[in-house]
């Protein structure tokens, strides 16, 4: 296994209080010219970044436990895709591949057509955005099957273009007063073992799902069934064991597409080239972004070779879909996860992690604010919980929350949050952090979880 090379230095360093002039500047420019419909969870500005460290304009030093909402697994610079960015910009930066085609593109669909689940016959398309993905896997199982109706679940998020805003569960700040949304799109319960009202295994929740569908729906109308296999945005909900494997089932019984959607926990990030794995789900349609292309913009369906080339030519596509330079990045970055086994250090990230808040919750004790670790690999959270309702009401904990998340970035630890209820401490670092500057970055999540007890 090839060993991690750093380009800056793997340490937190806040020199002073932040924003600092250069950020504050920024930040004033920004304000006259920027629509504020844009909203940044942290108040400095980038200048440099590189493994587990991001760099701001003042010279600070953050620890990154975000990834740019998981897409740098690699790093945000990592030297093979730096090298295959320059290489591939200084030839062509772009030629339409739907006009004059280009090498990069198939290297990428062979890529993905290997590496997904299944052995089966596939085909892939690339485009530029999660929620591009996900819209152009509904149109080919709408095609397809000649059926309407798409089944998402509750808590799901599947991006903000009109389509993927009805598939997205919140409405705050995602769907407010943005409507009205695509029709023939229909919500049913998720498993949520921590919410659950008693223990319910994950085949009768799936169970619970599907009688819904049969009963409101019609499985003879149903076209697709849209989820991803770890919820993202949603909370990072790990369904019961048993409830994917019993929709797939379902889905394939009935002639129902199975869209997993994999845009936030594909590549490496759970552990496994793809979060489906853990259950052995093997999707008709395979939505991919994020940790795809090294930090360039690029995502992908890849799916059953039939359902895909059901479509009429010129069906599918898009001036920027699969862009040389993105190409060559995500070849770049799948040859370094690869090379730096990142799937062994998400699951070494899930181990140092899952630990830690255990060992803390127990130190907690009565006080105990942690409802629930859970996540796979480098794709894990905290549920909090108002004090000492973890076995009881399990009362949503938001305020913590957001102070936890503060009093993190305050020290130079930036974190992100998630959840329905606005209650989850979510950590997705870049799958290439050491661990001395991952455990630094824990022992700032303690101290704040600790205050935020007191
Ligand atoms: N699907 C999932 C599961 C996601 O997590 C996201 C982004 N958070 C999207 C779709 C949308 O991706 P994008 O923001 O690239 O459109």
């Given at each position: 296994m090839a060993e991690i090379q750093y380009r800056l230095e793997q340490k937190r360093a806040i020199l002073g209080a932040f924003?600092?002039?250069?950020?504050?500047a920024l930040n004033e420019r920004r304000k006259s010219v920027v629509a504020g419909g844009?909203?940044?969870?942290?108040?400095?500005?980038?200048?440099?970044?590189d493994g587990g460290i991001i760099k701001d304009v003042d010279g600070n030093s953050f620890i990154d436990l975000g990834s740019g909402i998981a897409v740098t697994s690699v790093g945000a610079s990592d030297a093979a895709v730096v090298a295959a960015v320059q290489e591939q910009a200084a030839h062509f930066t772009h030629t339409c591949f739907m006009v004059t085609p280009y090498e990069g593109y198939i290297a990428v669909a062979e890529e993905l057509n290997q590496l997904t689940p299944g052995d089966h016959e596939k085909r892939t398309v690339l485009f530029n955005s999660g929620a591009e993905a996900v819209e152009n896997a509904i149109k080919v199982a709408r095609l397809a099957t000649d059926r309407d109706a798409i089944v998402a679940f509750d808590h799901a998020y599947h991006g903000r273009t009109n389509l993927t805003m009805a598939l997205t569960a919140k409405a705050m700040p995602y769907k407010t007063n943005f409507g009205p949304f695509a029709p023939e799109i229909y919500r049913v319960p998720m498993s949520y073992p921590f919410r659950e009202a008693t223990e319910i295994k994950g085949e009768e929740a799936a169970q619970r799902a599907i009688t819904m569908i049969e009963k409101q729906i019609g499985s003879e109308s149903v076209a697709a069934i849209v989820i991803e296999p770890i919820q993202g945005e949603g909370g990072f909900i790990v369904p019961a064991e048993g409830f994917l494997p019993t929709l797939a089932a379902w889905a394939k019984d009935n002639g129902v597409v199975f869209i997993?959607?994999?845009?936030?926990s594909g590549f490496c990030r759970t552990g496994a080239w793809f979060a489906s794995e853990h259950e052995g789900v093997v999707p008709d349609i395979i939505t991919m972004a994020k940790g795809i292309g090294g930090g360039m913009p690029l995502s992908a369906i890849t799916g059953r070779a039939d359902l895909l080339d059901a479509v009429h030519p010129g069906g599918l596509g898009g001036t920027y879909g699969g862009n040389p330079v993105a190409c060559a990045a995500a070849l770049a970055a799948i040859t370094s996860m690869r090379e730096f086994?990142?799937?062994?250090?998400?699951?070494?990230?899930?181990?140092?992690?899952?630990?830690?808040?255990?060992?803390?919750?127990e130190e907690l004790g009565e006080n105990n604010i942690i409802g629930e670790f859970r996540g796979r690999g480098a794709m894990v959270a905290i549920e909090l919980v108002k004090p000492g309702t973890a076995a009881t009401t399990k009362e949503a904990n938001a305020e913590d929350t957001k102070a936890i998340a503060a009093a993190c970035l305050g020290a130079g630890v930036i974190i992100l949050t998630c959840g329905t209820y606005g209650n989850v401490v979510r950590l997705l670092p870049p799958l290439v952090i050491s661990d001395e500057l991952l455990n630094d970055g824990l022992d700032v999540l303690c101290d704040a979880i600790r205050a935020a007890v007191k």
């Open positions: 924003p600092g002039p250069k950020s504050a844009v909203a940044s969870s942290v108040p400095v500005y980038v200048q440099d970044a997993a959607d994999e845009v936030q086994d990142l799937n062994a250090r998400a699951q070494n990230i899930e181990k140092i992690v899952g630990d830690r808040m255990a060992a803390l919750a």
